[in-house]
């Protein structure tokens, strides 16, 4: 079956405090890795999609990497507004078609 | 439009009642998607729309949940005689063409489900 999984569930950081987020899955086929971040009362918003192992992106103080069988989001020198939760999902081959199947987070609290 | 958008924001519904909630995608976008998220969880797949077909619904949890988009452009789910575990907040998504590998999804704010 299908599944990612992410760890920690919550992380709590000192500004400045650089860390790592993990995202591990089991997919037949992946087309494409992606993370989001989504604030409270909001929609999920798009930051990276890795397509294959060996592949990194990198957005301000954020940098994600993909491999075989996991993905990690590098935060470097966090700030309080980095605060979020991390989500991760996965397009993977259903049916004829792909959907995208999302980990349950990780939510990050950044003290000042 | 710049982004999806989704009405009502916030719906408060008495258990039995019938609930409608609307999706407008990113303009050009082909797919279409609905998640149910829950509190402190990821979303969970609902159904997905390319153009107006529908094309997977396997993930809507009862036969009281019915979504539609007859233009292929604005979407509806329906939820028919609502029940206290319906309480979720609903995310719908656009992207311009699944079947792109790596295509991402844009989402819309979600609206609040609250059934008392």
């Known amino acids: 079956e299908d599944q990612v999984t992410q760890s920690p569930e919550a992380l709590r950081l000192q500004e400045g405090e650089s860390s790592s987020l993990n995202c591990s899955y089991t997919?037949?086929?992946?087309?494409?890795l992606f993370w989001y971040r989504q604030d409270p009362g909001k929609g999920p918003e798009f930051l990276f999609t890795?397509?294959?192992a060996g592949e990194e992106k990198e957005k301000e103080r954020l940098k994600a990497t993909l491999t075989k069988k996991e993905s990690f989001l590098h935060i470097t020198a966090p700030k309080p507004e980095d605060s979020a939760t991390y989500l991760c999902?996965?397009?993977?081959?259903?049916?004829?078609?792909?959907?995208?199947?999302f980990g349950t987070g990780t939510r990050l609290k950044v003290l000042a | 439009g710049a982004g999806v958008s989704q009405s009502p924001r916030y719906k408060v519904a008495k258990r039995g009642q019938d609930v409608a909630l609307r999706c407008d995608p990113i303009?050009?976008?082909?797919?279409l998607f609905w998640y149910q998220q829950a509190l402190g969880q990821g979303p969970e797949f609902l159904t997905y729309?390319?153009?107006?077909?529908?094309?997977?619904k396997s993930g809507l949890p009862s036969d009281r949940f019915f979504a539609e988009r007859p233009e292929g452009s604005v979407s509806t789910l329906k939820i028919q005689r609502t029940q206290q575990e319906d309480s979720a907040v609903y995310l719908c998504?656009?992207?311009?063409?699944?079947?792109?590998?790596?295509?991402?999804?844009?989402f819309g704010p979600g609206t609040r489900l609250t059934v008392l």
């Open positions: 998504a656009s992207s311009l063409q699944l079947r792109l590998a790596g295509d991402e999804q844009f």
């Open positions: 997919v037949s086929g992946l087309r494409g």
């Open positions: 890795l397509y294959s």
């Open positions: 999902a996965v397009q993977a081959p259903t049916s004829g078609t792909y959907k995208y199947i």
């Open positions: 303009s050009g976008h082909v797919s």
């Open positions: 729309f390319q153009n107006e077909a529908q094309l997977d």
